[in-house]
T-cell receptor, first 109, second 113 residues
């Protein structure tokens, strides 16, 4: 079967670093995605990993280990505007995205 | 501004009524999707279309139908709404099915009483 899991909620301090983990199980894999969703808004694309390793994009980085079925999203120099839900999803062998329930990130001053 | 337009933004509907959620994109993307998002659950795929003229069932298709007469439009119809269909519905598109990056509409909040 297929499944994907990420923490429900995390809290971090403005200016700090936070790592949001995502684990998945699937027999067919075509990449791992991270999206950001502010309350009441649509999700927006953050990153895509298809090969093992770290992809850096400004303050945000995403890591993938295919052998472990594991990814994380790293957010540096946290800002209040980073308060949002972060959605992890993998693309299966039929090119369909399977979504986690999302991690609500709360940033405190 | 290029993107995806959904209508209506919000709707309250009596159970048993028929409802069509509209979705139009102007990016000439081949693949389009309808998701529903409920508190505590991930986005769940209702129906999809990889190209104009074709549609497929997602994870939760029961009670919903779609059509894809052309590249730009992908309406979602609830033939006879039930309270369990109360949700936020997102239409999304992708350049092609294997491209990866989804572009979302702003969502349609539907309440079925």
């Amino acid at each position: 079967g297929q499944n994907i899991d990420q923490p429900t909620e995390m809290t971090a301090t403005e200016g700090a670093i936070v790592q949001i983990n995502c684990t998945y199980q699937t027999s067919g894999f075509n990449g791992l995605f991270w999206y950001q969703q502010h309350a009441g808004e649509a999700p927006t694309f953050l990153s895509y990993n298809v090969l093992d390793g770290l992809e850096e994009k400004g303050r945000f980085s995403s890591f993938l280990s295919r052998s472990k079925g594991y990814s994380y999203l790293l957010l540096k120099e946290l800002q209040m505007k980073d308060s949002a839900s972060y959605l992890c999803a993998f693309m299966d062998s039929n090119y369909q995205l399977i979504w986690g329930a999302g991690t609500k990130l709360i940033i405190k001053p | 501004i290029a993107g995806i337009t959904q209508a209506p933004t919000s709707q309250i509907l009596a159970a048993g009524r028929r409802m069509t959620l509209r979705c139009t994109q102007d990016m000439r993307h081949n693949a389009m999707y309808w998701y529903r998002q409920d508190l505590g659950l991930g986005l769940r795929l209702i129906h999809y279309s990889n190209t104009a003229g074709t549609t497929g069932k997602g994870e939760v298709p029961d009670g919903y139908s779609v059509s894809r007469a052309n590249t730009d439009d992908f309406p979602l119809t609830l033939a006879s709404a039930v309270p369990s269909q109360t949700s936020v519905y997102f239409c999304a598109s992708m350049e092609r099915e294997e491209a990866g990056e989804l572009f979302f509409g702003e969502g349609s909040r539907l309440t079925v009483l």
